[in-house]
């Protein structure tokens, strides 16, 4: 299973960016699609997910600004990032879980969000 993450980059406070991430491989099904984002000198951290029928879940930080979506006849997940801010700069990571219940997961390569104030 290979997650492939894009989107990533610098833009201005207030600003927006989309994140994408395909993932491949042998996956009968995804469980549950996430992104989680790691700033420097700080550990990673939930920022939302989404399961197989939709639910979503987000960090309280993001709530309002941050949607979570996926196409699941492409196996990809998006994160769109609205009013970004400058606490927003981090490296973000996809992930999945499958299996039955998700009991295996996997992480991408990571995309870095700079966000300039």
């Known amino acids: 299973v290979q997650l492939q993450a894009s989107g990533g980059g610098l833009v201005q406070a207030g600003g927006s960016l989309r994140l994408s991430c395909v993932a491949s491989?042998?996956?009968?099904?995804?469980?549950?699609m996430g992104w989680y984002r790691q700033a420097p000198g700080k550990q990673r951290e939930l920022v939302a997910t989404?399961?197989?029928?939709?639910?979503?879940n987000y960090a309280d930080s993001v709530k309002g600004r941050f949607t979570i979506s996926r196409d699941n006849a492409k196996n990809t997940v998006y994160l769109q990032m609205n009013s970004l801010k400058a606490e927003d700069t981090a490296v973000y990571y996809c992930h999945i879980r499958v299996g039955v219940l998700g009991a295996y997961g996997y992480w991408g390569q990571g995309t870095l969000v700079t966000v300039s104030s």
């Open positions: 491989g042998s996956i009968a099904s995804i469980y549950v």
């Open positions: 989404i399961t197989s029928s939709g639910s979503t």
